[in-house]
């Protein structure tokens, strides 16, 4: 290599700015992956093929990342260096496997498989986004509706109510109060919930407890056990059957799932497991008693690795587990959607029953007189 990989990533503020919101769509990176793979096994060099991509090339940022990994190409520096230079753009499990195939010889049909996986990994996070944002969007404009109705309606409404002695429904109290606290405290409780969004995150991301706590809720909770659960299968079995594919040894490949892992429990199972298999243990051993994995992927993989030859009933069960979590995902939305709709429901007759019981007394009272 002749010297070790430098991030890339501008240290000056203006130009992450324009980096992050110039930063390529999944698909331009998806479509290099691709066009480098083509361009590959058409045997043009990989100087001439990042030339021929960044002629065609129109976002800002991606047409950076190409040209510093020509320069780097340019200086004999391997493909594999070029891209550890952009940490920020290139994950490690696609690093690590350009570095083990440029070693085998194999870079074409590398390219291809992580083309091919960036795709499938878009299509399952478009749908999991699609299954988290519908009901914070359904829930979202429907506090919206109620916040006009207290602040704008409920005041207006309850002018009726002035010159009446008799004595108002509790629902009815509660909700001018409610209009009355919306209209005085309404930016104040804005700013709380902004607040409270933005704590969390940064709360998730370094209070260590705390991160423990909500990822193993995510992994109790009934149908979202289920997502997440499925969706760790299949990256396991998916990234640890590609490094076997690449040649990357089981404790390096376990050292770069480590990670890419984003819960904590399953990363620390990685550590763990990658302990277990410098001390000669298995990967079944280390995983037999462990509910964070399918007992089905345990069994084959006791299995198959007697065979020693783990890699393509890996890639097979992965294939299994990515069919398996888009349905979870359908049953997880089928499950919310009902109960976002009864808990707006809800709250919108909470509403009409606090304007319309006391009209009821008022017409009772005005025809008994």
Same mark, same amino acid.
């Given at each position: 290599m002749g010297k070790a990989p430098i991030n890339k990533w501008p240290e000056n503020l203006v130009d992450k700015l324009t980096y992050q919101f110039n930063s390529p769509w999944a698909d331009i990176k998806t479509n290099f992956f691709r066009l480098m793979a083509v361009a590959q096994e058409s045997w043009l060099g990989v100087r001439e093929s990042l030339s021929s991509i960044l002629s065609a090339e129109t976002n800002k940022t991606m047409r950076r990342i190409i040209l510093s990994i020509l320069a780097d190409v340019n200086e004999w520096q391997s493909l594999w260096y070029a891209f550890w230079c952009h940490p920020y753009f290139f994950s490690p499990d696609e690093i690590e496997l350009i570095n083990a195939s440029e070693k085998m010889w194999n870079v074409p049909e590398t390219l291809k498989d992580v083309a091919s996986e960036l795709e499938s990994n878009q299509k399952i996070n478009d749908k999991i986004q699609k299954a988290i944002m519908y009901p914070i969007w359904l829930l979202i404009f429907a506090c919206i509706a109620v916040a006009v109705l207290l602040i704008f309606v409920i005041p207006t409404i309850t002018e009726l109510y002035e010159w009446s002695d008799a004595p108002l429904p509790a629902i009815t109290t509660f909700m001018i109060n409610a209009s009355d606290f919306m209209r005085t405290m309404r930016w104040l409780l804005i700013l709380i919930i902004g607040w409270f969004i933005i704590t969390f995150q940064i709360v998730y991301?370094?209070?260590?407890?705390f991160k423990k706590f909500i990822d193993l809720m995510l992994?109790?909770?009934p149908n979202v056990s289920a997502v997440v659960k499925t969706f760790y299968m299949y990256k396991f079995s998916k990234l640890l059957g590609d490094f076997w594919k690449a040649w990357?040894?089981?404790?390096?490949?376990?050292?770069?799932?480590?990670k890419i892992f984003d819960n904590y429990h399953y990363k620390r199972k990685m550590l763990t497991m990658k302990n277990d298999l410098s001390s000669w243990f298995t990967i079944s051993d280390s995983i037999e008693w462990s509910d964070l994995f399918d007992p089905i992927l345990i069994q084959i993989i006791m299995v198959w690795e007697k065979t020693g030859n783990l890699s393509p009933i890996l890639l097979t069960m992965s294939a299994f587990y990515r069919y398996q979590l888009g349905g979870k995902i359908d049953t997880m939305v089928s499950m919310i959607e009902p109960a976002m709709m009864a808990l707006i429901a809800g709250m919108i007759w909470s509403i009409v029953?606090?304007?319309? %019981?006391?009209? !009821?007394? %008022?017409?009772? !009272?005005v025809g008994g007189s």
């Amino acid at each position: 290599m002749g010297k070790a990989p430098i991030n890339k990533w501008p240290e000056n503020l203006v130009d992450k700015l324009t980096y992050q919101f110039n930063s390529p769509w999944a698909d331009i990176k998806t479509n290099f992956f691709r066009l480098m793979a083509v361009a590959q096994e058409s045997w043009l060099g990989v100087r001439e093929s990042l030339s021929s991509i960044l002629s065609a090339e129109t976002n800002k940022t991606m047409r950076r990342i190409i040209l510093s990994i020509l320069a780097d190409v340019n200086e004999w520096q391997s493909l594999w260096y070029a891209f550890w230079c952009h940490p920020y753009f290139f994950s490690p499990d696609e690093i690590e496997l350009i570095n083990a195939s440029e070693k085998m010889w194999n870079v074409p049909e590398t390219l291809k498989d992580v083309a091919s996986e960036l795709e499938s990994n878009q299509k399952i996070n478009d749908k999991i986004q699609k299954a988290i944002m519908y009901p914070i969007w359904l829930l979202i404009f429907a506090c919206i509706a109620v916040a006009v109705l207290l602040i704008f309606v409920i005041p207006t409404i309850t002018e009726l109510y002035e010159w009446s002695d008799a004595p108002l429904p509790a629902i009815t109290t509660f909700m001018i109060n409610a209009s009355d606290f919306m209209r005085t405290m309404r930016w104040l409780l804005i700013l709380i919930i902004g607040w409270f969004i933005i704590t969390f995150q940064i709360v998730y991301s370094t209070v260590i407890d705390f991160k423990k706590f909500i990822d193993l809720m995510l992994l109790k909770i009934p149908n979202v056990s289920a997502v997440v659960k499925t969706f760790y299968m299949y990256k396991f079995s998916k990234l640890l059957g590609d490094f076997w594919k690449a040649w990357v040894g089981p404790i390096e490949s376990l050292n770069q799932m480590m990670k890419i892992f984003d819960n904590y429990h399953y990363k620390r199972k990685m550590l763990t497991m990658k302990n277990d298999l410098s001390s000669w243990f298995t990967i079944s051993d280390s995983i037999e008693w462990s509910d964070l994995f399918d007992p089905i992927l345990i069994q084959i993989i006791m299995v198959w690795e007697k065979t020693g030859n783990l890699s393509p009933i890996l890639l097979t069960m992965s294939a299994f587990y990515r069919y398996q979590l888009g349905g979870k995902i359908d049953t997880m939305v089928s499950m919310i959607e009902p109960a976002m709709m009864a808990l707006i429901a809800g709250m919108i007759w909470s509403i009409v029953a606090a304007i319309f %019981l006391p009209l !009821a007394g %008022l017409m009772d !009272a005005v025809g008994g007189s």
